[in-house]
């Protein structure tokens, strides 16, 4: 499985940028697919994820500024994020892991990874 993340780049603090990520296939008849933030030297924590049936969790960092969405037809998830902060500055990595599994088993699969610069 294959997963191809785009739409990084390099935004002023409080504007808006779309990540999308396509997974080749879709290894799980459960699963769910996020994204997962990685600040400069810090360690990769959560942003949101979305269940294949719609369920959607997200950090609290990134509440009412950021929107998860999937489309299961084209096995692609989106990250809608908006009113920009320095602080979400990172790459952002997508996966896609087995429900019920949590993001770091061996059982997930990791996108290249796409860069978020917000500048203040």
């Known amino acids: 499985v294959q997963l191809q993340a785009s739409g990084g780049g390099l935004v002023q603090a409080g504007g808006s940028l779309m990540l999308s990520c396509t997974a080749s296939?879709?290894?799980?008849?459960?699963?769910?697919m996020g994204w997962y933030h990685q600040p400069p030297g810090k360690q990769r924590e959560l942003a949101a994820t979305?269940?294949?049936?719609?369920?959607?969790d997200y950090a609290d960092s990134v509440k009412g500024r950021f929107t998860i969405s999937r489309d299961n037809a084209k096995n692609t998830v989106y990250l809608q994020m908006s009113s920009l902060k320095p602080e979400d500055t990172g790459v952002y990595y997508c996966?896609?892991?087995?429900?019920?599994?949590?993001?770091?088993?061996?059982?997930?699969?990791w996108g290249q990874g796409t860069l978020v610069t917000v500048s203040s």
């Open positions: 996966n896609l892991s087995p429900d019920g599994r949590p993001w770091w088993s061996p059982e997930s699969f």
């Open positions: 296939e879709e290894p799980y008849a459960h699963n769910y």
């Open positions: 979305i269940t294949n049936t719609g369920i959607i």
